[in-house]
């Protein structure tokens, strides 16, 4: 099998979807994946050896570029003395370290193996320490696959929510309330209704998974004083933006402190790594300290720890973040420019290292606004970045990434591929 699409006819007659993941699939922009067989700095190659710019860095634990070779050397090492114990290990206080120094909000901490089994596990916590149920997310969040996540708005912001996917329990979803992200006046509301009965609120402080969404300014500041005053745990869900956007993720960016913090990502720098934690209080009712149950086999493990302790190195040296910051701003206009020329309605958003494209006038700042955008423009114009070796996300609703090693002369080659891919999404159009 050396072909992607010889590869993807196997994979589908196994996997669902050919994938273990799906927004890989390509489903929404048509076509069929290819497979890689490598990866390295900016760049991937696929099995038939075609290469590829990546701006998704592995949905963004890839920071330093792929392959860095002191991650690398990191876990070669760490292999070295075993793949597992089961036992504490001294990789772990490590890390925890390392986290509670770089973002002090995060008091104590428990490392889990996913995105999703931190919020799953924060989740629990606030409720258990609030003896209360109720859960409140934004339209356009994504919190990985627990099925309290999985649940949409109701017919408005004060009804009960519904699954968005099959398999979630109605009774289960009745106690997720869905608010629309960047409208502070909408929480007001709702905590005014029902503020004793919410146990958490969970943000994305940088929407990352409706595409790139900063928050408006006052709406962080906002959720977090409603959630002081009613008794709720404020969770920010920095799976995506901790120590991408900043040393100490989006709470130090805009200066907000949460009281439990979700993490993921570049933690594992590229193995299966989550965490969450907070304020000392509320995670000593964690077992066994308190009462509150979550346990992992593989937690910890110290593989995973030693890449992720490489990868905390290299993104907490001095002067890491603002080349990313250059790079992304510099590539966000370059676009914004191309499609200006090529006449094609276009905006871009960005934070450091993490930005947004939006076939659409603009701005965008808005769930609504952003699934406004037109698709069918973005897919043309993914498949005419890919036919020249540009790998962007395979969806108009996910955020792009840049590393370390995407410089000058990479965004250079992004756009001279972005300019003619912007002549023919007009074309198609007109
Ligand atoms: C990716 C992501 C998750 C889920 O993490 P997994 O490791 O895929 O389970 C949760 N929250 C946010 C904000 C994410 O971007």
Redesign the pocket.
Known sequence: MSSNHELFQHASERLPGGVN?PVRAFKSVGGEPFFTARAEGAYLWDVEGKRYLDYVGS??PMIAGHNHPMVRAAVERAIGNGLSFGTPCAAEVTMAEAITRLMPSIEMLRMVN??????MAAVRLARGATHRDIVVKFEG?????GDSFLVKAGSGALTFGVPSSPGVPKALADLTLTLPYNDADAARVLFAERGDRIACVIV?PIA??MNCIPPHAGFLEALRELCSAHGAILIF?????GFRVAPGGAQQLYGITPDLT?L??IIGGGM?V?AYGGRRDLMQQIAPAGPIYQAGTLSGNPVAMAAGLAMLELVSAPGFHAPLEQRTAMLCAGLEQAASAAGVAFTTNHVPGMFGLFFSVGPVRSYAQATACDVAAFRCFFHAMLERGVYLAPSAFEAGFISAAHGENEIETTLQAARESFRIVAKAAA
């Open positions: 993941s949905w963004g996913s995105g999703t089994e931190a919020t969040g994504y919190h990985g696959v994305e990352g998974n869900d920095e799976v995506m933006t979700t993921g990502k299966p989550g």
